[in-house]
């Protein structure tokens, strides 16, 4: 199936549509208008989350985008602020949401390539208590990062050093599950330093709409009213959260093979001239193309409709793989790639 008039459509996990089991399992939910608390479904989807993830309580909101808000929310009040790395999600691609509805300012810190934020930074962007200052409240990590996998170690540390300073910890887990699947862990392991934990339902786990904020019971009951507040409060939304479910039932394991094709494609894609490919951790493949062919090499891949990301400037394009291109979708992009670069 084509979408945007694309057959090979890399640009993003968000672009798939939900399968027919999952259409079905849709259509037969049970449901109930969930801001009076009536719909079993959504609860349900709640309650696996927070189980899976291993906190107490579950909020199922329609985007990543406003989970982070809420999230962030429920830690900071006006006036305080939070930690985060210059390109993470909920301080560079979020519309400054933080800043503009929450009134709590971001301090953003150099991500190293790895995706960490330096501990030496962190600790000196820490403000001391002083009328001068906003209330550092908050440390803000997101994994996977540009699909990479922070250094479990590494988390270890930066969630000691900010619970020192009596800083809350938030993860942006929009693909937790891409890392805990290419770990082999359980998630629940990777969320355990954090107070509360956002993860997406809508981008390689296949699902049309959702993400799901997980922390305390206090946590989630205040994070309850910032959503309400937000518009984020939905009525028989079973039929989204059906999908959810469905979802983690069959769609999380599988992530392994994403990763696979994301490998096959990223070792396909370095052995072309005037590629230079980052070897993936789970389902992005960063490519630099050399800037002599890049406007060329793009057309190409347009007209043969492979879609790819090129935010970043046509000489740095994004991958992504997912449930919607399979491993022939794969060998059929690298010849067309191949194609035009052996010429
Ligand atoms: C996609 C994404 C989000 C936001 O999710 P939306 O549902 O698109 O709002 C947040 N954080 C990260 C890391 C993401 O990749």
């Not at 027919?20 to 479904?41: I, K, Q």
């Not at 890049?294 to 990301?309: E, M, N, R, S």
């Not at 994004?318 to 790639?337: E, N, Y």
Request: aromatic content about 6%.
């Amino acid at each position: 199936m084509e979408t945007a008039g694309l057959k090979y459509d890399f640009r993003s996990d968000t672009v798939t549509r939900p399968s027919a089991g999952m259409r079905a399992a849709m259509a037969s939910a049970e449901v109930g208008d969930d801001v009076f608390g009536d719909d079993p479904t959504v609860k349900r989807l709640e309650a696996r989350v927070a189980d899976i993830i291993g906190k107490e309580a579950g909020l199922f909101v329609p985007s990543g985008t406003q989970s982070n808000l809420i999230g962030l929310m429920t830690h900071c009040e006006r006036g305080d602020e939070y930690i985060v790395g210059q390109q993470a999600h909920c301080y560079r691609w979020e519309a400054g949401g933080a800043a503009v509805l929450g009134s709590i300012q971001p301090q953003p810190l150099e991500n190293a390539a790895d995706g960490t934020i330096a501990l030496a930074d962190i600790e000196a962007a820490i403000k001391p208590d002083d009328p001068h200052f906003a209330r550092t409240r908050l440390l803000a990590l997101e994994n996977t990062i540009g699909g990479k996998i922070l250094p479990t170690d590494y988390v270890q540390a930066a969630t000691a050093l900010a619970r020192k300073h009596g800083l809350a910890c938030h993860l942006d887990g929009a693909r937790a599950f891409n890392a805990a699947v290419a770990l082999g862990v359980p998630l629940a392991q990777l969320a355990q330093p954090f107070d509360t934990v956002s993860v997406c339902l809508s981008k390689g786990l296949g699902a049309p709409v959702g993400s799901v904020l997980v922390g305390s019971q206090a946590t989630i009951a205040r994070a309850r009213r910032w959503r309400k507040m937000l518009g984020g409060g939905m009525r028989q939304a079973g039929i989204l959260a059906a999908a959810g479910l469905y979802a983690l039932e069959h769609n999380v394991d599988r992530l392994a093979e994403d990763h696979a094709n994301a490998r096959t494609l990223a070792e396909g894609l370095a052995k072309l001239p005037g590629l230079t490919v980052t070897a993936p951790d789970t389902n992005i493949v960063f490519v630099n193309v050399e800037a002599s062919i890049a406007p060329a090499f793009a057309a190409h891949l347009a007209q043969h409709g492979i879609g790819v990301v090129s935010a970043y400037g046509a000489t740095r394009q994004r991958w992504v793989t997912h449930l919607d291109v399979d491993a022939k979708a794969v060998d059929d992009a690298l010849s067309i790639a191949s194609q035009f670069l052996q010429r």
